[in-house]
């Protein structure tokens, strides 16, 4: 099972640093993710690492926000930086198997609040 946390409440501008830990290992895992869902709003894509470290970014956290991974530990990271009230979602960490399969955590809260 996958455990994400690092959520919380912080002001416009501030910084929040989220982890996310799966129960695999290394030879079961193709891609990790972050998504995020806005109330009302579809679950989108936030950041993407491959087991070999490639990075993907959505637009608009690009610049903004890094993806990093700890594979002796089966944890990725979202170090996310100068906040907007846009960013409040909840957010979700996703460890995609080699054949596809998806394997989800429970979502962590991030509020941005001005």
């Known amino acids: 099972q996958l455990q994400a946390s690092g959520g919380g409440s912080v002001q416009v501008g501030g910084s929040l640093r989220l982890s996310c830990k799966a129960n695999?290992?290394?030879?079961?895992?193709?891609?990790m993710d972050w998504y995020r869902q806005a109330p009302g709003r579809q679950r989108e894509l936030v950041a993407r690492?491959?087991?070999?470290?490639?990075?993907t970014y959505g637009v608009a956290v690009r610049g903004r926000f890094t993806i990093s991974r700890d594979m002796s530990m089966m944890t990725i990271f979202l170090e996310m930086n100068d906040l907007k009230p846009e960013d409040t979602a909840v957010y979700y960490c996703?460890?995609?198997?080699?054949?596809?399969?998806?394997?989800w955590g429970e979502g962590t809260l991030v509020t941005v609040s001005s």
């Open positions: 996703n460890f995609r198997n080699s054949d596809y399969t998806d394997n």
């Open positions: 695999m290992t290394v030879y079961e895992v193709g891609t």
């Open positions: 690492i491959t087991r070999g470290g490639q990075t």
